[in-house]
């Protein structure tokens, strides 16, 4: 994983296409006609500020007769046209798709850089039963991936139910999440924004593509409108209530406006952000000695143990 003194998060325009696309890439005419159709999505896009846009689940293949009869090279098909669109658009993109390896049969999704190289693959970890009998490899981990507005993970449809993988994610969670996906995912993705303390991003195969907040409220919501986007800023860090309230006038008065909160009184949290790439926000927190909720769950664990332990 890269190392948290590299990272630069900021400002940036998150944005998602939820929809079934009406060609897929099973010919050679389906394959141009879904490029074309895709790049006036991604051209929308940028006109409106994104600076990455992902798509739903397999998305080349979903309007195929047969997704499984559909599948691409690892190296080639419908991918090599993103790589243009990236390069000459200068966007980020996350491209999800079957494809065949020499290991075998993936179910994955592809961060495409803005210079058009890929940055990096997610393959589905947890296949549905069906996928695995059609011989889809489940994926072995979830990898942070380096952007230059922060780290994104992703993960992909039947993933969502799955608690390993926000285990590993939690260690150590990224800036932004993004769910691939022929399920909405409704309130699990709210639940993974609140849990994770990251914005959390789904592109559907159809409507209810959502941009959720690291406190799990919805800012986002796709219906008659393919594509969302949303301007966030990632420089933020959820806290617990406990042992960090009282210190919110002292940092105020020494970073201003610059400094913000969100309050998520229900679930006692809180998101401190600093909407400034000058300082990441865990340097404040250090300074004025918050606890990371991580931390304090830590030390809960840690009490709970040794009065159990003591009272043995």
């Known amino acids: ?27 050679p005419e389906g394959r141009e006609a879904l490029l074309k159709d895709t790049e006036t999505w991604l051209r929308r896009a940028v006109s409106m500020g994104a600076e990455i846009v992902a798509f739903p689940e397999v998305y080349p293949q979903m309007a195929s007769p047969d997704s499984y009869a559909a599948i691409e090279p690892h190296d080639g098909g419908t991918l090599l046209g993103i790589q243009e669109l990236c390069k000459e658009l200068g966007i980020y993109v996350i491209w999800p798709r079957f494809e065949s390896r ?44 380096e952007t230059d507005f922060g780290r994104v993970a992703m993960g992909i449809c039947f993933d969502l139910n799955f608690m390993e993988i926000r285990d590993e994610l939690r260690a150590d969670p990224p800036d932004v999440f993004f769910f691939c996906s022929m399920y909405r995912g409704g309130i699990q993705l709210q639940e993974w924004a609140l849990d994770l303390g990251c914005h959390v991003v789904s592109a559907i195969g159809a409507e209810l593509g959502r941009l959720v907040d690291p406190g799990g409220q919805v800012l986002k919501l796709s219906t008659y409108e393919a594509l969302i986007t949303g301007r966030v800023n990632l420089n933020k860090r959820q806290l617990h209530m406990d042992y960090n309230w009282g210190k919110m006038d002292a940092m105020l008065a020494k970073y201003g406006p610059k400094l913000t909160f969100e309050y998520y009184t229900p679930e006692a949290r809180y998101v401190i952000g600093y909407e400034d790439a000058d300082r990441d926000v865990d340097e404040i927190l250090a300074e004025f000695e918050l606890l990371p909720i991580k931390e304090y769950w830590a030390r809960v664990r840690q009490m709970r143990q040794d009065r159990l332990a003591g009272a043995a």
């Open 1 to 27: 994983l890269p190392v948290k003194e590299n990272r630069m998060r900021r400002e940036a325009v998150l944005a998602s296409v939820s929809r079934r696309p009406q060609h897929g890439c099973h010919t």
């Open 102 to 145: 020499p290991s075998g049969l993936y179910n994955t999704a592809i961060l495409v850089g803005r210079d058009g190289e890929v940055v990096g693959r997610y393959d589905k970890m947890f296949p549905t039963l069906g996928e695995m009998e059609k011989g889809v490899i489940p994926g072995s981990a979830c990898p942070r991936l």
